[in-house]
Structures are given as C-alpha cells and as structure tokens.
C-alpha cells in the first residue's frame, strides 16, 4: 500500500469535546490553531494553543478536552509515515515514550509545518515531498525535538499492524493477510501482539475509531460512519466508540 508521507487531519468544534484513549499508531505533531487542548500526560495536566505544539511518538495515548474560543476549536494533526536517517538521533539524548511533549513553536517551525502539511495536495513528486519532509526533520533537530517523535528504532509490531491497517479502516481485514504483509506467519504475528498486550482485533478496533472521528468531522451521519468503519450494526458500532473514547457518536457530533 502507497501511503502519503504526511496525513493532514484537521479538527474543529463548537463545543468542549472530551475524548480518551485516542490511539496514536503514527509518530503525530499537533497543532492548536484556535481554541484550547487540556492534555492529560502521565499523571500532568499540560494546556496548548497556537503558541506551542503537541509531539507524540507512536503507540500513544491521549486523553484530552478541546475547548472552543469564540465558539470555535480548530486544530490540525499531521501524521509521519517517514523515519529520519538514524543518524539524525541523538542516542544520547534521555527520550523515551513518556518525555515531555510540549515545544514551542518557532516561524521557522510553522512555515516547514504549513508546507508539509499541504504538500500532499499540490501533485508533487514522491521524491520532492521526501525531502520537504526530511527539511521539516532537519529544523525539529536543530531545536532538540526530534527526537520526542522518534524516540527510538525499534518500532513496535502493533505500531507497524496499526500503520498497514490504517490505509483502509473499513476493508474486511484478516490477520493472515496482515502477517503476509508484515513478513511473518498468523502465529508469530499474534505471538508478537500479546507479548506487546494487544491483539489484531483490538488493534483493528482502534484504527477504525480513529476514522470514525475524521468522519464524523467531515459530518457523516452516525450510519454512514459505522458502515465505512467496517461496522454492519449502528449499535455495536456506537457501543464500541463509546467504550474507546467515553462518549458515543451522537454526543460527539453535538460537540461539531
């Protein structure tokens, strides 16, 4: 599957919108353009706005409240499917998955962002949006934060699974498939997902609630999103939204 270098996402509200455990499967840089986030961070409360940025590594989880202002919350949220040359990773430097995830942003920082963030859209070459990406990285690196993205290289199996699934959430996905994929058999893949504690069904689970959120933005209606997710009961599908993020489809789209 040919996936682009950087999804764009964007996220608006009128309303607080309080969501958890929304999964991260994909090194993911967040930026409040209007409004307010209050991020829940290992036992912290961290509050952004456009002056700062949210930098989350793969495999994450974040429990959060957008809160409007002037009756507005807008955000947007690039996802990396490149990893920087290894060398580019200060060894050295103390990062792991848990570090702090706060930067504040820079003009030069905001120009490489709105330009990657956009390029998907403009007909460029693959090779071309490489190196914008990799001209992005090169400015993270400069102010220490790259590494916050990328803590380290060994990137998890359900990281891997989750970035595979997520370039069609709703397709009939089976997990010999996925393992072929991923280069090992049905056995090893699961074997590999418990030790990780996770399973291909939760993982699947998860990405398809991620595009239920994205879809509901882009104001589906509740069985429209549940029919794309892969979902043939609106109910299952509103129950299992619920039991992710602590709120069900109807109240979510009452936040929009």
């Known amino acids: 599957m040919n996936k682009p270098l950087v999804h764009t996402v964007h996220y608006r509200g009128k309303r607080e919108q309080p969501l958890n455990n929304v999964f991260i499967h994909a090194p993911t840089i967040i930026w409040v353009d209007q409004g307010f986030k209050q991020l829940w961070w290992h036992e912290q409360s961290l509050e952004f706005n456009r002056a700062n940025w949210i930098l989350v590594p793969a495999g994450q989880y974040l429990t959060f409240v957008n809160t409007p202002e002037q009756k507005l919350f807008h955000s947007r949220a690039i996802a990396l499917n490149l990893a920087p040359p290894a060398e580019w990773l200060d060894p050295e430097q103390p990062v792991t998955a848990n570090s702090?995830?706060?930067?504040?942003?820079?003009?030069?920082?905001?120009?490489?962002?709105?330009?990657?963030?956009?390029?998907?859209?403009?007909?460029?070459?693959?090779?071309?949006?490489?190196?914008?990406?990799?001209?992005?990285?090169?400015?993270?690196?400069?102010?220490?934060?790259?590494?916050?993205?990328?803590?380290?290289?060994?990137?998890?199996?359900?990281?891997?699974?989750?970035?595979?699934?997520?370039?069609?959430?709703?397709?009939?996905?089976?997990?010999?498939?996925?393992?072929?994929?991923?280069?090992?058999?049905?056995?090893?893949?699961?074997?590999?997902?418990?030790?990780?504690?996770?399973?291909?069904?939760?993982?699947?689970?998860?990405?398809?609630?991620?595009?239920?959120?994205?879809?509901?933005q882009k104001n589906y209606s509740q069985i429209e999103t549940a029919l794309a997710c892969g979902y043939q009961s609106e109910s299952r599908f509103s129950q299992?939204?619920?039991?992710?993020?602590?709120?069900?489809?109807?109240?979510?789209?009452?936040?929009?």
Not at 196 to 202: A, D, Q, T, V
Not at 248 to 256: C, G, I, R, V
């Open 240 to 256: 299992r939204f619920k039991q992710q993020f602590g709120l069900t489809p109807h109240q979510y789209q009452l936040t929009l």
């Open 100 to 216: 702090f995830p706060q930067i504040a942003t820079t003009p030069q920082l905001e120009y490489c962002f709105d330009l990657v963030s956009e390029m998907g859209n403009k007909g460029l070459s693959y090779q071309t949006q490489k190196q914008l990406l990799l001209g992005f990285y090169a400015e993270l690196r400069e102010v220490g934060a790259l590494n916050k993205l990328f803590p380290n290289n060994q990137q998890m199996v359900r990281d891997k699974l989750a970035n595979y699934l997520s370039s069609a959430p709703g397709d009939d996905h089976r997990i010999e498939v996925a393992a072929s994929y991923l280069a090992m058999s049905r056995a090893t893949l699961t074997r590999k997902l418990n030790a990780e504690g996770s399973s291909f069904r939760e993982v699947l689970a998860e990405i398809r609630m991620n595009h239920a959120i994205n879809l509901l």
